[in-house]
């Protein structure tokens, strides 16, 4: 490992896990390489995510976990093999994937999600590319698993992408054929949520209703929910969170405890860690 490599690649513990891995991901995304020395492939990967660790010049920084030595966070992650690799970006697990890639599929994988700053190698400002598109993806996706169609992890990611898409049935048929080891992973119990969310939005009334059943009954629970979960799928998650708030403090055991289960749901999906840290604490101080 060069001194220039040295620079963006650091290990990660369960010490240093929050703050260099969550809060340094608003700054700049983490790419998490789970290991074990014991490990083939990883033997494989791992000098390639160095190199372009070192390529991007701290576009993004490479955290590598030996999953031996840090057994809880390798079961928080649900990893079931290594090497798993996670990109973490504003505080959330926003892509991964499982396996030693080759040198060119890990600059595409970069190429979606990082943005190579000034000074950058040539190589990697070349193959930089616009955000991929949810249509686009689904359709490099689908190719992908007629080639590949044993590969669960492109089965996830394409249950991803269909979710972008607004696809939400596809998507959910997708996450329930993933096999066990997925089934759990943080992406999947993520897009699991979202889901879920969004499924109870089906017939639900428009917002202007929900409001003004509220302005006529503070105390219509139901319409309180409903409006949290359109405001924050919407353009205003806080404003969301306010309305499951509303609820916990004034009727905590409405509907089976679902202003806490809505709340915890938000805090899975929601990329602003600042906005998800304030309302858990929020949360917190009306429940203990």
């Not at 139901?222 to 949290?228: K, N, P, S, V």
């Amino acid at each position: 490992m060069t001194d220039a490599t040295l620079d963006h690649v650091f290990e990660v513990t369960e010490q240093n896990f929050e703050a260099e891995v969550i809060n340094a991901s608003l700054d700049a995304p983490v790419l998490v390489d789970f290991w074990a020395t014991w490990c083939g492939p990883c033997k494989t990967l791992g000098p390639l995510l160095e190199q372009l660790a070192a390529e991007y010049k701290g576009a993004f920084r490479l955290g590598k976990v030996d999953v031996d030595k840090n057994q809880q966070l390798a079961a928080m992650f649900g990893i079931r093999s290594v090497p798993t690799v996670v990109l973490v970006k504003d505080g959330q697990v926003a892509d991964g994937f499982v396996g030693a890639l080759p040198l060119g599929q890990l600059r595409e994988f970069l190429a979606r999600h990082v943005q190579p700053l000034d000074g950058a190698d040539d190589e990697v400002a070349e193959i930089a590319a616009p955000a991929e598109t949810p249509a686009a993806a689904i359709n490099r996706l689908q190719q992908a698993i007629a080639a590949e169609p044993d590969n669960a992890e492109l089965k996830l990611e394409l249950a991803v992408a269909l979710a972008q898409a607004g696809q939400s049935d596809a998507a959910a048929t997708e996450l329930d054929a993933l096999p066990a080891n997925l089934a759990t992973d943080a992406r999947a119990v993520r897009l699991r949520q979202q889901l879920e969310l969004a499924r109870a939005l089906k017939d639900a009334p428009a917002q202007a209703e929900l409001e003004q059943r509220i302005a006529a009954d503070a105390a219509d629970w139901q319409a309180r929910d409903l409006l949290g979960v359109r405001l924050l799928l919407g353009d205003d998650p806080a404003a969301g969170l306010e309305q499951f708030l509303a609820i916990l403090e004034k009727a905590r055991d409405w509907n089976d405890g679902a202003a806490k289960k809505r709340l915890l749901a938000a805090f899975g999906t929601l990329d602003d860690a600042e906005l998800v840290g304030r309302y858990r604490r929020k949360m917190a101080s009306l429940l203990f």
